[in-house]
């Protein structure tokens, strides 16, 4: 299995969220144990949260939400990295949310998707100029 860099930050914060929250876990068994109780959908397996720790495998939306719900943190932190940018003035304000998921989106692209979509911005912002 290929290295993914968006999986694997993702287990990193995951685990990070855990330690940060005090949530004492042995291991991907105690995990799923102690993630079933609170998901109110499909339980998962040990694998499968073996999976999330180590980096293979994203959770399904709902259970990224059981996670974010239950560790008190947000899914744009814990999918991508961020959940605020600062302002001018140096206060953190929360990001909107279409411009959050755009931005969730466009981290995710390869560098040639990037150059392609930032090459059909440019004629797009062509047309409106030339209007």
Same mark, same amino acid.
């Given at each position: 299995?290929?290295?993914?860099?968006?999986?694997? +930050?993702?287990? $990193?914060?995951?685990?990070?969220?855990?330690?940060?929250?005090?949530? +004492?876990?042995?291991?991907?068994?105690?995990?799923a144990l102690q993630f079933n109780l609170r998901h109110r959908g499909q339980p998962v397996s040990t694998q499968a949260v073996?999976?999330?720790?180590?980096?293979?495998?994203?959770?399904?939306?709902?259970?990224?939400?059981?996670?974010? $719900?239950?560790?008190?943190?947000? $899914?744009?932190?814990?999918?991508?990295?961020?959940?605020?940018v600062a302002s001018r003035g140096g206060r953190v304000e929360e990001l909107p949310g279409d411009v959050s998921r755009l931005?969730?989106?466009?981290?995710?692209?390869?560098?040639?998707?990037?150059?392609?979509?930032?090459?059909?911005?440019? $004629?797009?912002?062509?047309?409106?100029?030339?209007?």
């Amino acid at each position: 299995m290929a290295y993914d860099p968006v999986k694997q +930050a993702f287990s $990193e914060r995951l685990r990070l969220a855990l330690r940060e929250r005090g949530v +004492a876990v042995r291991g991907p068994t105690d995990l799923a144990l102690q993630f079933n109780l609170r998901h109110r959908g499909q339980p998962v397996s040990t694998q499968a949260v073996h999976k999330w720790l180590s980096g293979k495998a994203l959770p399904t939306r709902d259970k990224i939400r059981t996670l974010c $719900e239950w560790l008190g943190i947000q $899914e744009s932190w814990l999918l991508f990295g961020f959940n605020s940018v600062a302002s001018r003035g140096g206060r953190v304000e929360e990001l909107p949310g279409d411009v959050s998921r755009l931005t969730a989106s466009l981290r995710v692209l390869t560098p040639r998707q990037r150059e392609l979509l930032e090459a059909l911005l440019r $004629e797009f912002q062509r047309d409106i100029t030339d209007q």
